[in-house]
């Protein structure tokens, strides 16, 4: 298609973005996300089920959780009456995969967890309205699919590992000794033996937590995890049952499931838009959290930047008591002898950048995603500022990806959908796929402000996890 001179980028970008309002392309995006758990090898990877076996279990019981409610929602069943039936639905399930016929076969376990599970998940999606169903809700399903054939056969292993990884940090540095590093790692065979990297400030908390007992910090931990990423999604303004199905968007199940800080620096990064205080405090975790606030630059919210960096000059101070003035000649150190173990066992960044396409060229990326999101303002810049933090990632897991939701929630509710779904499959190449969509997205967004596009139909809206507020961070919280 030749673009008439004078037609800018960002016009002819957005052009592109329009697309997808096409009925068709809804299909053909729903059935490239379908397409991925089944082409990913016939291996064991579940109850003697491989992913593709996983998948079609997940269609099926996400059609009949979606076709129940949809069913109810015509004949105008109550509320209560609609989640009664759709839990009896898939217990009925899940103790119909215990029987003879699917016991024989090793799958008897498998078999009912994964149909009562995405039973749930379809109905979820369907939702209680009554009314037509958008086209765009073929894609919410199989980015469900895409999530849930993910998220049970993997979510089961190491659980809990990096809160335990912070917990035994926390009794090393009670016992008297540096939770540092005090060489460069010479193995990755065990992953709960990764270092612990963070501030000497965050030291006390894991200490607390270490003198407790182990399942009750575990599930105080998890407990807040889950909390925490709620409320981000629904500070963003994410509304209705999309807060539930957006817990299974492996970006944060995968944080909540290993225990990892990056559900609540998530929750200190969206926060952020209305304390900037917050987006300073998220750098007492993780170097790259650090980077949004700059937007407190951007934005001239000087008090903001004073009360953040008092607040971490006082947890500082109070700290050294604590852990000691060696405790910070340690973490420095440590943080040395982990990027040296980075670059001798690259696996170790998981999808970051430099692993994909070397040190020269991330260092690049970063500097130009700090210079695009230094060119934005309001929600729009703050977004960016995000999407930056990620591309200057210098180890990068799928639990890091949560702050892209903030520029995504802009698309439409099919390129929204495919975006959600891209993220677990080919590694580097769907996750670094879904950024980039982001990052485009939020090239074109018009002016300041993030909001949804303006034509979205009721049955188009109702499919976004968005549609009630029209608007990411809405001004009523």
């Not at 009664?84 to 498998?110: E, H, K, N, T």
């Not at 998890?222 to 209705?240: D, E, H, K, P, Y």
Request: glycine letters at 10%; charged letters at 10%; one cysteine or more.
């Amino acid at each position: 298609m030749k673009i008439a001179s004078g037609t800018s980028l960002a016009a002819a970008m957005d052009g592109l973005l329009q697309i997808p309002r096409w009925r068709i392309t809804s299909v053909v995006l729903a059935a490239i996300l379908l397409a991925m758990p089944l082409t990913a090898g016939d291996r064991h990877v579940y109850a003697a089920l491989s992913f593709p076996q996983i998948a079609i279990l997940t269609c099926m019981g996400l059609a009949a959780g979606w076709i129940a409610l949809d069913r109810m929602a015509a004949f105008h069943v109550s509320m209560a009456g609609m989640v009664l039936i759709v839990l009896a639905l898939a217990v009925g399930c899940w103790f119909a995969g215990r029987l003879d016929p699917f016991r024989g076969f090793g799958y008897s376990r498998g078999v009912g967890t994964i149909l009562a599970v995405s039973i749930v998940f379809g109905g979820l999606v369907r939702g209680a309205t009554d009314g037509r169903r958008s086209a765009a809700s073929l894609v919410a399903l199989a980015s469900a699919m895409s999530w849930l054939a993910y998220d049970i056969p993997r979510l089961r292993f190491q659980p809990l590992r990096d809160i335990h990884l912070y917990l035994g940090a926390g009794s090393t540095a009670v016992d008297g000794a540096s939770p540092y590093l005090a060489a460069p790692i010479t193995s990755i065979a065990v992953l709960d033996r990764l270092p612990f990297v963070y501030p000497p400030i965050t030291i006390p908390l894991f200490e607390v937590l270490a003198s407790i007992p182990r399942p009750l910090a575990d599930a105080i931990w998890t407990a807040g995890s889950i909390v925490a990423v709620l409320a981000a999604f629904w500070l963003l303004g994410v509304r209705g049952r999309w807060l539930l199905v957006l817990l299974a968007w492996p970006a944060p199940a995968v944080g909540i499931a290993v225990g990892n800080v990056a559900s609540f620096t998530f929750l200190l990064y969206v926060a952020g838009f209305r304390v900037g205080a917050f987006l300073i405090l998220s750098g007492s975790f993780k170097l790259q959290s650090t980077i949004p606030a700059l937007w407190l630059v951007r934005e001239r919210r000087w008090r903001e930047i004073a009360a953040g960096v008092g607040i971490i000059a006082v947890l500082a101070v109070a700290a050294v008591p604590l852990v000691g003035l060696q405790a910070w000649v340690d973490w420095f150190n440590g943080l040395r002898y982990f990027q040296e173990s980075v670059s001798a066992f690259p696996s170790i960044g998981g999808l970051n950048l430099a692993r994909w396409m070397g040190s020269p060229v991330a260092l690049a990326a970063t500097v130009v995603a700090i210079g695009f999101a230094l060119l934005g303002r309001g929600r729009n810049g703050l977004a960016r500022f995000g999407f930056a933090s990620i591309v200057a990632s210098p180890t990068l897991s799928l639990h890091g990806l949560s702050p892209l939701l903030a520029g995504a929630l802009i698309l439409g509710p099919e390129l929204l959908w495919f975006f959600l779904g891209l993220g677990p499959w080919y590694g580097h190449q769907s996750a670094w796929l879904s950024i980039a969509l982001v990052g485009s997205a939020l090239l074109i967004a018009r002016g300041d402000d993030l909001r949804l596009p303006i034509d979205l139909s009721p049955s188009r809206a109702d499919v976004h996890p968005a549609g009630r507020t029209g608007q990411v961070w809405p001004d009523r919280p």
